[in-house]
Every structure is written in structure tokens, then in C-alpha cells.
């Protein structure tokens, strides 16, 4: 149920009017104008969904359970990041602020809790050519490193850090292919490696924007790989394998789609012919920034997009109120400064990376197995066979 009308929206919480439009002013439930009444709204109907499992009154612990996996209730407790006020923040910190000087390195040291450790990501070989599939050569790295290295169990946090910001290397020299080899922070590498020094400024602002983002499905998937015991190369594993799917880490590939039918048929009528085959738009709007993505307004405020992002962005307004998520400026970003069309991905990976370490050791510091229940929905259960053999 994307949008709904106020009649559907009162019957599913069973509120007064004015309870629904409390719930409005506070941010809770989405709104959009109707595009046949403009003096009507339309409801986003998962929030008003969400809202109303809330006041259903006392939930048993399956019903709580089943309602956190999509954008819900916290799942469990982290120290690491949250987003509150419309913000995202790191160990109390807005990050929006910390992109202005800081960079991944930083942010390392601030998620990993690191102390006197000495951190430093090894650079990137000189010399070494970008590869065609970086996503497959991180992979190939990340195994080999999975196979060999030690298990975290029993392992020292100083131990755990170091390793870790070697893993970040391997994982850049791998995506980035050849860039200096001279210990540089990791924006500038990537910048030598694609070529675009004068992009190195938003690069850093970029990963500083994407290291973390409370317990997204990659993340989710690299700590419940750690809770096992297993290596930080295998929980790496674990995030970059789901990092790639289209609903997470790689949307900013139909973006770049969409660009691409645009420049030959002009933004409107992308947009438009899009739309009309039913597609979802691509990198607009987030389920947790009702009021927009901060990061992307971090961004696009740093650089002005290629008459063809704007445009999009432009064509959009007309059909949605939904503004641009940070998705589509990686893919303007890319696109404004010649980065290769995988930048993009490669960006979201090497920052995300330092966020799955991070959730990686604070669950590895409490020691405890991720292991949910499933809710059963399949057939019967065969009690009588099954007491035939007993």
C-alpha cells in the first residue's frame, strides 16, 4: 500500500482526524498532495501501517519481531550510529558536520573506538589497472583474506584494528586498481586512481557520509556473520555480497540508467516513459527521512549537477514531493566529474566497509550468536504422521 487516502488511513489506526493529522505534524506518517483533489492528502500507507501495529496495544514478542526487519523498531542495541531529528549521527556526532573536515580515516577511529592504536589504510599498488568489475575483484580479495585469517574470537581489540584497516586496503586496492604509492588517505587515492583530483574533496565527503547507517541488511548480514566467530574478512564478505543488490547499494545504477535514456530523449520524457511502465523512481525519498535524505543534501550542495541530473531532478518534482536520496548523488557526483560508471558502488562499498568493521567489533565485544526465529506460514504441521513414527 504506497499511498492511501485519509478514510483508508483513519480505519487502520481507528483514530479521530486529528489524532492523524498530530501524527502528520510530528513526522511520523508521510503525506503527498492527491493528484486529482489538491485539497486532499494522500498517506504513505507503511507508515500509517507501522504507526498502527503500534497502538494495537500489547504485542506478543513474534508480532515486535516481524514489524522491526522492514524499517521498523531497533532490532538490537548499537553504539555505532542512529538517525534521529531527520539526521544521521555517529557515536552522538552529525555526521553532515564531521564530512565537512574529517575523513574515512577519522571516521574509522571515532566507529572503531581504536585508542593509541596506530590506524593507517595501506595504500593501493602504483601501477596496477582499474579493474572492469571491481565488485568481483573485492570479492576475490575478501576470500582469499577469509580463508587464511584468524578467527575473531579471543583477539584483542588493538589486534581486531589492525587488522581491520588492512582489510580496508585490501578492499581498496582491489576496487581502485592503480594510485599512489605513497601513503595518502583513501579519498585522495581514489582520486589519483580515477584520475579526477578535483573530484577528491567530494569523494571525502562522500565516504565520511556513507561509512555507517545503523543496521541496514549489509550490516546486518557482516554482524551476524561476526557473531559466529567468524574472520572480518568473511563478515566483509557477508556485506559487500549484500551491498550488491539493486534495492540497497546499487540503485544508483538505474539512476545512471534513466540518465542514460534521457540523454537521448531528453529528462521529461524519461522520467515520464518510466514512470509509465510502472518503474519506481529510482534514488528519491527514503523510509527514514520523511523530510529528505540529509546526506544527498550534503552533497549536491557541494558541486552543481550536468544539465541532465538537474533535469531529472526537475521532472521528478513535477510527479513527486519525494526529494533525491543519496543514490542519486553518487551517481551525479560520478557523473559531473567523469568517474567511472562503477564509482559509484566502489564509493558505497570502501566507506560502508568501515561501518561493517564497526558492528563487526562491537559484536564481537559482546559475544553473543544473532539467531532469530521464523515465523512459520507453510502447511500444516503432520502431528499424526509424525506420532505414528514415535
Known amino acids: 500500500m504506497p499511498w492511501i487516502t485519509s478514510e483508508v488511513a483513519l480505519a487502520l489506526l481507528k483514530v479521530q482526524p486529528q489524532t492523524l493529522y498530530a501524527n502528520v505534524s510530528r513526522g511520523r506518517i508521510r503525506t503527498r498532495p492527491h493528484p486529482q483533489d489538491v485539497r486532499r492528502s494522500l498517506y504513505h500507507g507503511e507508515d500509517v501501517k ?3 501495529g503500534r497502538h494495537a496495544g500489547r504485542r506478543s514478542v513474534a508480532d515486535v519481531a516481524a514489524q522491526t526487519i522492514s524499517f521498523g523498531e ?15 549521527w555517529y557515536r552522538g556526532e552529525d555526521t553532515v558536520r564531521l564530512s565537512e573536515q574529517a575523513g574515512l580515516e577519522e571516521i574509522a577511529r571515532l566507529l572503531w573506538q581504536v585508542g593509541k592504536v596506530d590506524l593507517a589504510f595501506p595504500p593501493t599498488v602504483k601501477g596496477t589497472p582499474i579493474p572492469t568489475n571491481p565488485f568481483e575483484a573485492a570479492l576475490l580479495a575478501l576470500a582469499r583474506r577469509a580463508s587464511h585469517d584468524f578467527p575473531t574470537g579471543g583477539r584483542s581489540h588493538a589486534v581486531l584494528c589492525r587488522e581491520a584497516a588492512g582489510l580496508v586496503g585490501t578492499m581498496a586496492a582491489a576496487m581502485l586498481g592503480g594510485g599512489s604509492d605513497g601513503a595518502l588517505p583513501l579519498h585522495q587515492q581514489a582520486a589519483l586512481a580515477w584520475q579526477a583530483p578535483d573530484a577528491a574533496d567530494l569523494i571525502r565527503r562522500a565516504l565520511v557520509l556513507l561509512a555507517d547507517h545503523e543496521l541496514n541488511a549489509s550490516t546486518f548480514a557482516a554482524r551476524t556473520a561476526a557473531s559466529t566467530g567468524a574472520p572480518l574478512a ?32 531528453g529528462a521529461r520524457r524519461a522520467v515520464h516513459d518510466w514512470l509509465s511502465r510502472g518503474h519506481r523512481l529510482p534514488a528519491f525519498g527514503h523510509p527514514l527521512y520523511p523530510d529528505g535524505d540529509p546526506r544527498a543534501t550534503a552533497l549536491l550542495a557541494c558541486f552543481a549537477c550536468s544539465e541532465i541530473y538537474e533535469g531529472i531532478r526537475e521532472a521528478v518534482a513535477e510527479h513527486s514531493d519525494e526529494p533525491p536520496n543519496v543514490d542519486f ?8 566529474h567523469g568517474l567511472p560508471a562503477s564509482a559509484p558502488f566502489t564509493l558505497f562499498a570502501l566507506a560502508r566497509s568501515v561501518g561493517w568493521i564497526a558492528h563487526m567489533l562491537e559484536q564481537t565485544a559482546r559475544g553473543s550468536l544473532i539467531r532469530p526465529r521464523a515465523h512459520y506460514d507453510g502447511p500444516p504441521l503432520n502431528m499424526a504422521a509424525a506420532a505414528e513414527t514415535a
Do not use: C, K, M
Not at 531497533?74 to 544521521?88: E, Y
Not at 548523488?329 to 559531473?336: E, G, K, P, S, V
Open 234 to 265: 568473511a563478515g566483509l564478505l557477508a556485506g559487500l555480497g549484500t551491498l550488491a543488490g539493486p534495492l540497497h547499494g546499487t540503485a544508483a545504477v538505474s539512476v545512471q540508467a534513466l540518465a542514460e535514456t534521457a540523454r537521448r530523449v
Open 50 to 52: 507501522r504507526l498502527a
Open 329 to 336: 548523488a553518487l551517481a551525479a557526483l560520478a557523473d559531473r
Open 74 to 88: 531497533p532490532v538490537l542495541a548499537s553504539g555505532l550510529s542512529t538517525i534521529a531529528d531527520g539526521r544521521l
